[in-house]
């Protein structure tokens, strides 16, 4: 089974704040993705890698950085926290078929 | 138009009923196909893969239709622990998944 974990569940922080988010995974996939989930716009796509030291933009990268230093783990990074900020923020992998496997999500907020 | 457009719902179906979602997407060079499952703030999970000869799994049954572009997914004989909001997704090759979404199903009992 694959297994993805995240940091943390609940996180608050103030503005301003830089804030790390982690994502670890066992299954020695090659592809890893930042998601943030908001209530009526879905999934967006933050940022992605396909391997060690490598990224991507995704369709919302503004406002946060990346880091993949080792192939399990995945770091999302707020520079500098702001309300608008505020989400769920989902890690996942990706399989050789496509199939995308999700961490338990962190629910971030900012105040 | 969106990449992949579900009808929001929400379905609401008495206990035993049959429901039947659809999904339509817009890139015909589109290769993988699957449906998620979602639970009230957890993450999503696949459900089932989308194969072109279709898929069944137990009371769910999914299929693809590559000249109109759409899938879909049938539930039978519902239960209450099938109320969820289901995610239709679309892999175009690589990197690229879109995610629909979604269409939030509510079983009554």
């Known amino acids: 089974d694959v297994k993805v974990t995240q940091s943390s569940r609940y996180l608050v922080k103030r503005t301003g704040e830089k804030v790390f988010l982690e994502c670890v995974q066992d299954?020695?996939?090659?592809?890893m993705f930042w998601y943030r989930q908001d209530p009526g716009l879905g999934l967006r796509l933050i940022y992605f890698?396909?391997?060690?030291?490598?990224?991507e933009k995704g369709d919302i990268p503004e406002g946060y950085s990346v880091s993949r230093e080792k192939k399990e783990r995945f770091s999302l990074i707020l520079e500098s926290a702001s309300t608008n900020q505020t989400s769920m923020y989902l890690c996942?992998?990706?399989?050789?078929?496509?199939?995308?496997?999700f961490g338990p999500g962190t629910r971030l907020t900012v105040t | 138009r969106k990449e992949v457009e579900q009808d929001p719902g929400p379905f609401n179906v008495p206990e035993g009923a049959t429901v039947a979602f659809n999904c339509t997407y817009s890139?015909?060079?589109?290769?993988?196909f699957f449906w998620y499952r979602q639970d009230c703030r957890k993450e999503p999970k696949l459900l089932m893969s989308?194969?072109?000869s279709g898929n069944e799994d137990g009371r769910f049954t999914a299929q693809l239709n590559r000249a109109s572009q759409y899938i879909s997914l049938l539930i039978r004989d519902s239960k209450l622990s099938d109320s969820a909001t289901y995610l239709c997704?679309?892999?175009?090759?690589?990197?690229?998944?879109?995610f629909g979404a979604g269409t939030r199903l509510f079983v009554k009992a």
């Open positions: 890139n015909s060079a589109s290769q993988s």
């Open positions: 997704v679309v892999n175009t090759g690589g990197f690229k998944t879109i």
């Open positions: 299954m020695d996939h090659e592809n």
């Open positions: 989308v194969y072109s």
């Open positions: 890698s396909y391997d060690v030291k490598m990224k």
């Open positions: 996942a992998t990706l399989s050789i078929l496509y199939e995308q496997y």
